[in-house]
């Protein structure tokens, strides 16, 4: 694990009973690639939720936003505290921003694919097709359907890639078409977790759960049959006095 650096600020909070005051400073880091080309540090120093002074490493200085801060701008900008505020560029922004690569940002978690049929739309005959990605990251995936090995593109409606708000997203993508026989159609996941795109291929018989109550249905009308039949055996014989 890499050690994360800790931005240190002289921080102060005073509190009257409930009614307080409250002064933070709340650094930041801004990135968008690995190169951390863009990288960004920002300082903001804030009383009560108004922030008087800005540290801004693309600007390079400190800016002020209110008489106090302005004052403050000024003095720290000609003191030692704006060598040091540039000099947490590298050594707080971007050694942190390597490490959340490295750590969390490079990692990637295989999608879990589920196929299935979806019951007709209201009133039409096209048959359709969920192909569901569940749990993956990071969020870039495609998503794509195949009709005997071809890509199919009309007809299809898909979701974006949703954010489940534990750093995993999920996405839908629907097929409607209609079946012909002896055709195979597949789902295509393409995905940086994965080393070749994964394809999964529709099964139009029936899920094992459907088979299990046809059989158990069908058992049940065997049954039925023979004890009807020993029923009417035993009345005829009755009937006629052998018994
Ligand atoms: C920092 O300054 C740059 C250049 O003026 C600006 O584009 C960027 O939005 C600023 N960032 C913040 C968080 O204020």
């Known amino acids: 694990m890499a050690k994360l650096?800790?931005?240190?600020?002289?921080?102060?909070?005073?509190?009257?009973?409930?009614?307080?005051?409250?002064?933070?400073?709340?650094?930041?880091?801004?990135?968008?690639?690995k190169?951390?080309?863009?990288?960004?540090?920002?300082?903001?120093?804030?009383?009560?939720?108004?922030?008087?002074?800005?540290?801004?490493?693309?600007?390079?200085k400190y800016v002020g936003y209110t008489e106090l801060g302005v004052k403050n701008a000024e003095l720290w900008n000609k003191g030692p505290e704006l060598a040091q505020e540039l000099g947490n560029l590298e050594g707080y922004c971007k050694n942190n921003a390597a490490n959340d690569y490295s750590n969390v940002l490079d990692k990637t978690v295989q999608p879990e694919v589920r196929l299935s049929s979806l019951a007709p739309s209201s009133g039409g005959h096209l048959a359709r097709l969920m192909c569901s990605a569940y749990n993956f990251f990071p969020k870039?995936?495609?998503?794509?359907?195949q009709r005997d090995g071809k890509e199919v593109k009309s007809d299809v409606i898909s979701t974006e890639e949703l954010a489940d708000g534990d750093w995993y997203y999920q996405i839908h993508s629907q097929l409607a078409y209609t079946p012909k026989s002896g055709e195979k159609i597949s789902c295509m996941v393409e995905h940086s977790s994965l080393t070749k795109p994964m394809v999964y291929?529709?099964?139009p018989s029936l899920p094992e759960s459907e088979r299990n109550k046809i059989a158990?249905?069908?058992?049940?009308?065997?049954?039925?049959?023979?004890?009807?039949?020993?029923?009417?055996?035993?009345y005829k014989k009755k009937s006629s006095g052998v018994l």
């Open 5 to 33: 650096n800790i931005y240190l600020i002289g921080f102060l909070s005073i509190f009257y009973g409930t009614n307080g005051y409250y002064f933070m400073t709340v650094p930041q880091c801004r990135f968008t690639s």
């Open 35 to 60: 190169d951390l080309k863009d990288a960004e540090f920002i300082a903001s120093f804030v009383f009560n939720k108004d922030e008087m002074i800005r540290f801004n490493s693309t600007v390079g």
């Open 140 to 145: 870039p995936i495609r998503v794509t359907w």
């Open 201 to 203: 291929d529709w099964d």
């Open 216 to 234: 158990i249905g069908a058992s049940g009308l065997v049954l039925g049959a023979i004890l009807a039949l020993a029923g009417l055996i035993y």
